[in-house]
T-cell receptor, first 111, second 112 residues
């Protein structure tokens, strides 16, 4: 089967740094993606890691280790607007497959 | 300007009814998807179309039928609605496997 594990909740204060981990077990692997979803909104794409290493986009970075079937999303200089759900997602390495999402991590940022 | 648009945004209907949700994307993407998000926020793939052809049909009751008249549109028709169909349905599109998905704003379906 396919499974992705991530913490259900994380809390932090403004200005802090938070890391959301994701481990996966899938029949194949074509990269790890991260999505953000605010309450009542649509998921929005944050980052994609196809190869091992760190990808940085502004305050957000994402890391992948394929040998460990593990990745994380790092959020720096947290702001209140970062309070949202964060999903990791994997596309198994088969033709015609779609993203499989983790169950999401709810991040609450307080002042 | 909207990239992926879904209509309606809210849908409240009685059990046993038939309803449709429409989705259109103006991004020129070849692949479109329907996802269901339950009350615990779990996003599950339902269908995927590539250039009007069905490529993914997950274990979904056959009361759900997707239709893609062209590669910019992917509609979802649901027959004989049940209480358990209540969820948020998201349409999405993508340019390719290395690219992110662009999601529509979602359709909140409530079956009463």
């Amino acid at each position: 089967g396919q499974s992705l594990e991530q913490p259900s909740e994380v809390t932090a204060v403004e200005g802090a740094i938070v890391q959301i981990n994701c481990t996966y077990q899938t029949s194949g692997f074509y990269g790890l993606s991260w999505y953000q979803q605010h309450d009542g909104g649509a998921p929005t794409f944050l980052s994609y890691n196809g190869l091992d290493g760190l990808e940085e986009t502004g305050r957000f970075s994402s890391f992948l280790s394929r040998s460990d079937s593990y990745g994380y999303l790092l959020l720096q200089e947290l702001q209140m607007k970062d309070s949202a759900s964060y999903f990791c997602a994997v596309r198994p390495n088969q033709a015609g497959t779609a993203l499989i999402f983790g169950k999401g991590t709810t991040l609450s940022v307080s002042s | 300007d909207t990239a992926v648009s879904q209509t309606p945004k809210y849908l409240v209907t009685q059990m046993g009814n038939d309803k449709s949700i429409k989705c259109e994307q103006n991004l020129g993407h070849d692949t479109m998807y329907w996802y269901k998000q339950d009350s615990k926020k779990f996003l599950k793939i339902m269908f995927s179309y590539n250039n009007k052809e069905l490529i993914i049909n997950e274990t979904v009751p056959n009361r759900f039928s997707p239709k893609s008249p062209d590669k910019a549109h992917l509609n979802l028709h649901i027959n004989s609605l049940e209480l358990g169909d209540s969820a948020v349905y998201f349409c999405a599109s993508s340019q390719g496997p290395s690219y992110g998905y662009t999601f529509g704003s979602g359709t909140r379906l409530t079956v009463v």
